[in-house]
């Protein structure tokens, strides 16, 4: 019975963060005023510095604070049974894993130098990597998460983290709240205030609407220099469905809520076709140093046609494929978003 039930019971339970999708947190449902909830996702101590500037470019105050759910990822060795560890108590106090850890000890350093801004809250998950995802998904459900932040498996010198590569996907999939991947080629950026140049490619869609609600916090910081590019087909369909209205009063709100002055440029480009979108893109470095971008699933365009015959990593969408790629001459680091709704 037991060799029989074991695998039923896998198959056909139904986890509560599954069932959650419909009630999604997400940045655009986040109002201002409101606690930002941020679930970092970290295997390796390296990339601490490029989430930790991603977090301070979301602009974090006291009249918009972030709380950011750190939770390390470590994989269980052995035979022992998998573990879930909180590192704060319902007091405040962390116990001496968290003060110890470079990982942990890096937020937390954070967290003082933002008080009342931030509140670090550290987890570690010892787990197979097959079920990581779980931990991250039921953490994500009970604290009303909004973004879900991974690291992309590939490392710029060539190695790939088989690890992550396993996770992304099912949290992609199974995430009950937006999920965004970061592709870092230099995020860290010197001591000292912020300064960061970050571009916003926007086509429309669910995930595009979700990259420019995380632009409109950028804006507000004033270390960030923004630009928001949004590409129009040059031949416009016979009408308009739903989704574009939805991105057309998605820009509204973002150019009346916005009070980055010259810091914060918006441009309408009009292309004719994938080629034209390449171009252009490729052409429109003034600087940046991150990229937002949707990952747009299941949309279709034809601006972007074509381009999936060529991409190398799905989880990144199309766009961000293209924009990660070595040979496209890029030197961004990339942030691709994807709303579960």
């Known amino acids: 019975m037991t060799a029989t039930s074991t695998p039923l019971v896998s198959i056909l339970h139904e986890p509560m963060w599954r069932l959650s999708r419909s009630s999604a947190c997400t940045v655009q449902n986040c109002l201002p005023g409101m606690e930002l909830r941020v679930l970092a996702c970290v ?3 390296d990339v601490a510095p490029s989430i930790l500037n991603l977090l301070e470019a979301a602009n974090p105050t006291p009249d918009n604070p972030i709380c950011v759910y750190l939770l390390r990822l470590v994989q269980l060795v052995g035979r022992s049974a ?23 000890k890096a937020f937390m350093k ?9 509140v670090v809250q550290p987890f570690t998950s010892v787990a197979p990597f097959e079920t ?25 010198n060539g190695d790939v983290d088989q690890a992550l590569r396993s996770i992304t996907p099912r949290v992609l999939s199974d995430a009950p709240c937006s999920v965004g991947i970061l592709f870092d080629r230099g995020l860290s950026c010197p001591l000292g205030p912020l300064s960061c140049h970050v571009g916003i490619v926007f086509f429309g869609g669910h995930d595009d609407r979700e990259a420019l609600a995380l ?17 129009l087909p040059s031949v416009e369909g016979d009408e308009k469905d739903e989704a574009v209205e939805e991105d057309e009063e998605a820009i509204k709100e973002f150019k009346a809520g916005v009070k980055g002055g010259e810091r914060v440029v918006y441009r309408d480009v009009v292309v004719k076709g994938v080629e034209e979108t390449v171009e252009v893109i490729k052409m429109a470095n003034d600087g940046w140093e991150l990229v937002v971008v949707g990952r747009r699933r299941g949309a279709k365009s034809r601006l972007t046609d074509g381009l999936t015959e060529w991409s190398q990593w799905p989880e990144l969408g199309v ?17 691709v978003v994807q709303q579960n709704v």
């Open 43 to 45: 295997k390796d101590d």
């Open 82 to 104: 998998p573990i879930f560890i909180a590192h704060r108590n319902p007091k405040g106090a962390v116990d001496s894993i968290a003060s110890t850890v470079p990982l942990f």
């Open 110 to 118: 954070y967290e003082r130098s933002k008080a009342g801004a931030v």
């Open 132 to 156: 990581m995802h779980h931990d991250a998904c039921a953490l994500a459900s009970e604290r009303r998460i909004s973004l879900v932040i991974i690291p992309f498996h590939h490392r710029l």
């Open 215 to 231: 632009a409109s916090r950028m804006a507000e910081h004033p270390g960030v220099v923004l630009t928001v590019m949004r590409f």
């Open 319 to 335: 766009i961000g494929d293209m924009l990660a790629a070595s040979d496209f001459g890029s030197s961004w680091s990339v942030l």
